[in-house]
């Protein structure tokens, strides 16, 4: 009896990671969808890369509104219908996208992206707390494969974005189809996640000091600067590498879109070694070592003057860039009791770079150009490597 109880038990953990691993993997794919066709979007609008931004903004506010209360919705409705409503929301999002493109519409376009940054946001933080709960299971290192999905799914999401592009297949019909793979898989796989438990709080800690606890938390806060600096290229990585191949090489806009499923393709393979590599040399060295590589691959590919040299580039900032993020979710999730509050605010700061940066990098590329703009993350790179012991493991008794 108790051993098929441990059976249903371990069935019922590799299947909440199977389901995990697919809500990741779709959310790249809805991600790259958008981020690929970049160049797309500025030629059926009609703008500059600083419009651009402020349209990548509104993405960034919705998501920025969304993040700090994540914590607090997981907590009352659970993991899956957190998921649910963010796919379902996202869907819609990108409907109201595809719809104003059609139209040519500024506002209909800068409107859908703001609510599809609130569905990415409640998504994001709900997945990971979903992924952190499933290796807390498992007892062994996976958040980055999850991360890998992620991954994997805009590296899927890239090429058919090049495919489209080079096919002529306009962005608006893109998005719709899209849109319903969103929902489908949104709805279906979060049946098979874990159950919702409520968490008891430690002795006298209260409900209502739940979240502000977090935000006063030192190793928490730190952890978020980390990720802050650390996602800062991923996101330039995944907004910008496209656009920059286009300004800076005279690339093609599918030749562009090819460079960001390199980029993607390298951060998917590191992600997928990624958990051996952790637990083989701890969080703390493999994040400095990530960070010197982002550095040195975003050197080279702002530098390069031809698009091999640059496609080498790409491939080493992608693979700095893989698992900075991951390890950050892990950080603040390795105290359960707290880890919905924590990885919401690690979330929040992390994405006040991975959302907000790039428009920053759209308005800079205005005046330097989108190429040499993206030298302007070297600075959050560096204090990332520079404070990475933060998210060294919490000990425990």
Same mark, same amino acid.
């Given at each position: 009896?108790?051993? !098929?109880?441990? =059976?249903?038990r371990?069935?019922?953990? $590799?299947?909440?990671? %199977?389901?995990?691993?697919?809500?990741?993997?779709i !959310?790249?794919?809805?991600?790259?969808?958008?981020?690929?066709?970049?160049?797309?979007?500025?030629?059926?609008?009609?703008? =500059?890369?600083?419009?651009?931004?402020?349209?990548?903004?509104? =993405?960034?506010?919705?998501s920025?509104l969304?993040?700090?209360? #994540?914590?607090?919705?997981?907590g009352?409705?659970?993991?899956?219908?957190t998921?649910?409503?963010?796919?379902?929301?996202?869907?819609?999002?990108?409907?109201?996208?595809?719809?104003?493109?059609?139209?040519?519409?500024?506002?209909?376009?800068?409107?859908?992206?703001?609510?599809?940054?609130?569905?990415?946001g409640?998504?994001d933080?709900?997945? !990971?707390?979903e992924? @952190?709960?499933?290796?807390?299971?498992?007892?062994? $290192?996976?958040?980055?494969?999850?991360?890998?999905?992620f991954?994997?799914? @805009?590296?899927?999401?890239?090429?058919?974005?090049?495919?489209l592009s !080079?096919?002529?297949?306009?962005?608006?019909?893109?998005?719709?189809?899209?849109?319903?793979?969103?929902?489908?898989?949104?709805?279906?796989?979060?049946?098979?996640?874990?159950?919702?438990?409520a968490v008891?709080l430690?002795?006298?800690?209260? /409900?209502?000091? /739940?979240?502000p606890? %977090?935000?006063? *938390?030192?190793?928490?806060l730190?952890?978020?600067?980390v990720?802050?600096?650390?996602?800062?290229?991923?996101?330039?990585?995944? *907004?910008?590498?496209? /656009?920059?191949?286009? *300004?800076?090489?005279g $690339?093609? *806009?599918?030749t562009?879109?090819?460079m960001? %499923?390199?980029?993607?393709?390298?951060?998917?393979?590191?992600?997928?070694?990624?958990g051996?590599?952790?637990?083989?040399?701890?969080?703390v060295?493999?994040?400095?070592?990530?960070?010197?590589?982002?550095? +040195?691959g975003?050197?080279?590919?702002?530098?390069a003057?031809?698009?091999?040299?640059?496609?080498?580039?790409?491939?080493?900032?992608?693979?700095? +860039?893989?698992?900075?993020?991951?390890?950050?979710m892990s950080? +603040? +999730?390795d105290?359960?009791a707290?880890?919905?509050?924590?990885?919401?605010?690690?979330?929040?700061? &992390?994405?006040?770079?991975?959302?907000?940066?790039?428009p920053?990098?759209g308005?800079? &590329?205005?005046?330097?150009?989108?190429?040499q @703009?993206?030298?302007?993350?070297?600075a959050?790179?560096?204090?990332a490597?520079?404070? #990475?012991?933060?998210?060294?493991?919490?000990? =425990?008794d």
């Amino acid at each position: 009896m108790n051993t !098929n109880t441990g =059976t249903d038990r371990e069935a019922g953990v $590799t299947a909440a990671a %199977a389901a995990t691993f697919v809500v990741f993997g779709i !959310n790249g794919l809805v991600f790259a969808s958008w981020a690929a066709r970049i160049p797309a979007v500025t030629e059926i609008l009609q703008i =500059t890369s600083g419009q651009m931004g402020t349209l990548l903004l509104c =993405t960034a506010v919705g998501s920025l509104l969304a993040l700090p209360t #994540a914590g607090l919705v997981v907590g009352r409705i659970g993991t899956a219908n957190t998921v649910r409503f963010s796919g379902a929301l996202a869907a819609a999002a990108g409907v109201g996208i595809a719809l104003s493109l059609s139209a040519a519409s500024i506002p209909g376009t800068a409107i859908s992206l703001f609510f599809f940054g609130i569905a990415i946001g409640l998504w994001d933080v709900s997945q !990971n707390i979903e992924g @952190a709960d499933v290796e807390h299971r498992l007892r062994r $290192t996976i958040m980055p494969q999850f991360h890998a999905a992620f991954s994997g799914g @805009a590296f899927v999401g890239a090429l058919v974005g090049a495919g489209l592009s !080079n096919l002529g297949v306009g962005l608006p019909l893109h998005l719709l189809v899209i849109a319903g793979v969103v929902l489908l898989a949104t709805l279906v796989a979060p049946r098979y996640f874990l159950p919702h438990v409520a968490v008891a709080l430690p002795e006298g800690e209260t /409900k209502t000091a /739940k979240g502000p606890s %977090a935000w006063r *938390d030192s190793r928490t806060l730190l952890i978020g600067v980390v990720v802050l600096g650390a996602t800062l290229t991923e996101g330039a990585g995944n *907004d910008w590498i496209a /656009k920059a191949s286009v *300004d800076g090489l005279g $690339t093609a *806009d599918s030749t562009g879109a090819l460079m960001f %499923a390199l980029f993607v393709l390298a951060m998917t393979a590191m992600r997928f070694m990624g958990g051996r590599v952790i637990d083989a040399y701890g969080r703390v060295a493999v994040l400095r070592a990530s960070m010197a590589a982002a550095a +040195a691959g975003l050197g080279l590919f702002v530098l390069a003057e031809n698009v091999w040299v640059a496609a080498v580039g790409a491939a080493l900032w992608g693979i700095g +860039a893989a698992l900075a993020f991951p390890m950050g979710m892990s950080a +603040a +999730a390795d105290d359960p009791a707290r880890a919905a509050a924590r990885v919401s605010v690690v979330s929040t700061l &992390g994405y006040i770079s991975f959302l907000a940066g790039p428009p920053l990098l759209g308005y800079l &590329g205005d005046v330097v150009g989108i190429h040499q @703009a993206l030298l302007a993350i070297m600075a959050p790179i560096l204090l990332a490597l520079l404070l #990475a012991g933060a998210a060294r493991p919490l000990k =425990t008794d």
